[in-house]
């Protein structure tokens, strides 16, 4: 653990109280005015953590966004999955939505605003992806965009923003997100925990940290509302507008100057977590679902979990669901992903084994080899295939089942993000609620596999130790 790192306690303490009351009339008479659609970008299929009652589009086809313009909900999600894009790819595809965000837009005679949400939002293809929607948006339509706006707080992740340093929680300590496993990731890794160095850094340098825009937590706890507005108002050439976060009270009393600017005019962009998305569109706190509201038939099949994610969080969910005796484990080899006959024998086997204990009433988890496939130096690009190959054989698990789980959990962003997309071929799904903080389920929409099921989207790095082991045998009660 690093040297920077800090006692949540005496981070916490030393943050000024709010009136809450005051606050949330206040955002709700706001919300009122902002007559936009709100169209979040999802890099994996996480970000739907915080809401209930909203609607996730897995394609980015005119079609399915004209129908979420439509809607009578505030906000929609599209499923991008471009975590696991190249730079290529991502490129293109955020062309694609732009364009078709336009086209909706002009169709629908709406406003819109467009929030890039990501999973460890520090990772991923930024700046790339906003750059890419700002250019196309701008080129496309009358639509200028002044700034903006980076917020990676969420609090169901532990991911707090204190005097312009992002930190991750561990237990009772905040460790500055540059100094975490994330920052080390081998695609998207980053050395800065402050945000503006960090959005200097991903920039290489072309907006620089002292020119942003910082919105402190001082001033949002003071209520000073105008001080921010005024500080909003007078961002312009897509500069960055840094958010400190370390309560939803504070994105709600961001989001009310945010409004009132956008109403005199102002346009951003964002990159944020899942918070920001649950208080712009106005999505009210739902109790955690309970076993009776996720099982939508009576059956005596078994379960199915599929555990995809590598991170440090995965690895000790995954070894406190082994004492489990609700559940059957089957290993599937990844590795031999090399040798493509062996991989191919092995993957039958394990949708051999997986049919058949589901259908004798069994809970089944199916885990790949815990050790990641390195291939050694300079072989990122042949890493990256062979890594989009074993997904596609886990996902193909779930495409050839021949029976219908009680329910299927994916734990992983983007596990889950290709099971519900390919494997249960989910072309719309509405997000029923949470089973614990931060870790939400689809119901899938009647054109899938299994209309119907609940889908529960664990992220990798969510959850306390037990979670997933409390989440398998909540669900496995007969």
């Given at each position: 653990m690093s040297s920077n790192k800090r006692l949540v306690e005496e981070v916490f303490n030393k943050i000024p109280s709010v009136d809450t009351?005051?606050?949330?009339?206040?955002?709700?008479?706001?919300?009122?005015?902002?007559?936009?659609?709100?169209?979040?970008?999802?890099?994996?299929?996480?970000?739907?953590?915080?809401?209930?009652?909203?609607?996730?589009?897995?394609?980015?086809?005119?079609?399915?966004?004209?129908?979420?313009?439509?809607?009578?909900?505030?906000?929609?999600?599209?499923?991008?999955?471009?975590?696991?894009?190249?730079?290529?790819?991502?490129?293109?595809?955020?062309?694609?939505?732009?364009?078709?965000?336009?086209?909706?837009?002009?169709?629908?005679?709406?406003?819109?605003?467009?929030?890039?949400?990501?999973?460890?939002?520090?990772?991923?293809?930024?700046?790339?992806?906003?750059?890419?929607?700002?250019?196309?948006?701008?080129?496309?339509?009358?639509?200028?965009?002044?700034?903006?706006?980076?917020l990676p707080f969420f609090k169901e992740g532990g991911r707090f923003t204190v005097?312009?340093?992002?930190?991750?929680?561990?237990?009772?300590?905040?460790?500055?997100?540059?100094?975490?496993?994330?920052?080390?990731?081998?695609?998207?890794?980053?050395?800065?925990?402050?945000?503006?160095?960090?959005a200097e850094e991903k920039s290489n340098g072309e907006y620089k940290a002292d020119n942003m825009t910082y919105i402190s937590l001082d001033s949002l706890r003071s209520l000073d509302i105008e001080t921010i507005e005024q500080q909003l108002l007078a961002v312009k050439d897509f500069n960055k507008v840094i958010v400190n976060a370390v309560d939803y009270i504070d994105v709600k009393i961001f989001t009310i100057a945010l409004i009132r600017a956008m109403n005199k005019g102002k346009n951003f962009m964002f990159r944020s977590a899942a918070a920001l998305t649950k208080v712009i569109g106005g999505v009210?706190?739902?109790?955690?679902?309970?076993?009776?509201?996720?099982?939508?038939?009576?059956?005596?099949?078994?379960?199915?979990?599929?555990?995809?994610?590598?991170?440090?969080?995965?690895?000790?969910?995954?070894?406190?669901?082994?004492?489990?005796?609700?559940?059957?484990?089957?290993?599937?080899?990844?590795?031999?992903?090399?040798?493509?006959?062996?991989?191919?024998?092995?993957?039958?086997?394990?949708?051999?084994?997986?049919n058949k204990l589901i259908t004798e009433g069994r809970n089944v988890a199916v885990y790949t080899t815990r050790e990641r496939l390195d291939l050694g130096e300079g072989k990122k690009e042949e890493e990256l295939k062979l890594s989009v190959k074993i997904s596609d054989a886990v996902t193909s698990i779930v495409k050839r089942l021949k029976v219908r789980p009680s329910y299927i959990i994916a734990k992983g962003g983007i596990t889950s993000s290709d099971i519900g997309t390919n494997g249960l071929e989910v072309k719309r799904a509405t997000v029923a609620g949470q089973i614990r903080p931060g870790i939400p389920v689809w119901t899938t929409d009647s054109e899938s596999k299994f209309p119907g099921i609940s889908y529960v989207i664990f992220p990798g790095n969510v959850g306390t130790k037990t979670d997933l082991r409390e989440v398998v045998e909540m669900l496995s009660k007969q």
């Open positions: 009351g005051f606050v949330n009339e206040m955002i709700e008479k706001e919300l009122k005015n902002l007559n936009k659609k709100i169209i979040v970008l999802d890099d994996d299929p996480t970000g739907v953590q915080t809401v209930h009652g909203i609607s996730v589009y897995t394609d980015w086809s005119l079609n399915s966004i004209e129908k979420g313009f439509q809607e009578d909900n505030s906000m929609f999600f599209i499923l991008t999955n471009s975590r696991g894009f190249t730079a290529a790819e991502t490129t293109k595809t955020h062309q694609d939505i732009a364009a078709n965000i336009v086209e909706a837009a002009k169709r629908n005679h709406r406003e819109f605003i467009i929030i890039s949400r990501g999973d460890s939002t520090l990772r991923g293809h930024y700046p790339l992806e906003t750059q890419v929607l700002k250019e196309t948006v701008e080129a496309s339509s009358t639509n200028r965009f002044d700034g903006e706006v980076i005097d312009n340093i992002h930190y991750v929680q561990y237990d009772e300590y905040l460790v500055p997100a540059g100094e975490t496993e994330f920052a080390k990731d081998r695609t998207f890794g980053y050395t800065k925990s402050h945000l503006g160095e960090w009210s706190d739902k109790k955690l679902l309970t076993r009776e509201e996720m099982m939508s038939e009576d059956t005596s099949n078994g379960g199915l979990v599929i555990i995809g994610s590598h991170v440090k969080k995965t690895t000790e969910q995954f070894e406190e669901l082994k004492k489990s005796d609700a559940v059957a484990f089957i290993k599937f080899n990844v590795h031999l992903v090399l040798e493509p006959e062996k991989f191919e024998k092995e993957l039958d086997r394990v949708v051999e084994a997986t």
